[in-house]
């Protein structure tokens, strides 16, 4: 039974993934920052929990993201799989008017806390090998939003760290990639980005498919990756957009 930890579980893709990876052969690791509730419901409702556990985490730093693996090992003394899907905008402003603060905390929600928490994973599955997923964004390799730059200049980082763990991890058996979604239709567009229905409407139209993506389509590519159907394949960050620039 494979061990797996999930960043952002509670999230609109990381809780499509999770409902899926439960009624596979996984034990489950299911970090949240805040929305641990969502987590607790499903877990009690289902009776998931000897297969599933809650590890509520601020990744604000090398410390917490050290100690969540930690806790994490202590309960299922491996580490097979680690899926980063944790990250965020903390202020929706034109980027000239982004304050430090914000912008620190956006390099750390996106990009700090992913390669913190790697390190420790790293040192975990240097002994047996396994698989690194990683979350970045289709659009950091077009410059960004001009209202969450700062969010896609931490994306754009999980670029060179996916290549970086790859090739340091090639000789372990670490296998690592990334995914990169354009317009996904999750909470983050209405409620984070602040999107009208109109905005919404006009974004989907730039995707080639003329539509939104849906977190189950990113959930499934997810999956794959996780899959022995991938093991010839590190490195690689996968746009999943819809064809939005091409």
Request: hydrophobic content about 40%; charged content about 25%; glycine content about 8%.
């Amino acid at each position: 039974m494979k061990k797996i930890l999930i960043l952002g579980a509670s999230s609109d893709i990381g809780f499509t993934l999770l409902k899926n990876m439960a009624s596979k052969d996984y034990i489950i690791g299911a970090h949240c920052n805040s929305n641990h509730k969502k987590l607790e419901t499903y877990i009690k409702k289902n009776k998931l929990e000897k297969k599933i556990r809650i590890f509520k985490a601020n990744l604000n730093s090398q410390n917490s993201c050290h100690t969540l693996v930690k806790k994490f090992y202590k309960w299922t003394k491996k580490i097979d799989l680690l899926v980063q899907l944790n990250g965020n905008v903390s202020k929706v402003t034109n980027w000239k008017l982004l304050k430090q603060r914000d912008f620190e905390k956006d390099i750390n929600s996106n990009l700090a806390s992913a390669f913190f928490v790697a390190q420790k994973v790293f040192e975990k599955m240097e002994k047996s090998g396994g698989k690194i997923i990683l979350m970045s964004t289709s659009s950091a390799l077009h410059g960004g939003g001009e209202n969450s730059l700062a969010y896609g200049i931490g994306k754009m980082g999980i670029y060179t760290l996916t290549k970086g763990l790859a090739r340091f991890g090639a000789k372990k058996n670490i296998i690592v990639n990334a995914v990169a979604p354009g317009y996904i239709n999750t909470k983050f567009h209405t409620k984070t980005m602040k999107r009208s229905k109109a905005d919404l409407l006009k974004r989907a139209k730039l995707s080639k498919l003329n539509r939104a993506g849906q977190p189950n389509e990113v959930a499934a590519l997810i999956e794959f990756l996780m899959s022995s159907k991938s093991n010839y394949i590190t490195g690689e960050v996968i746009p999943i957009d819809g064809g939005d620039w091409i």
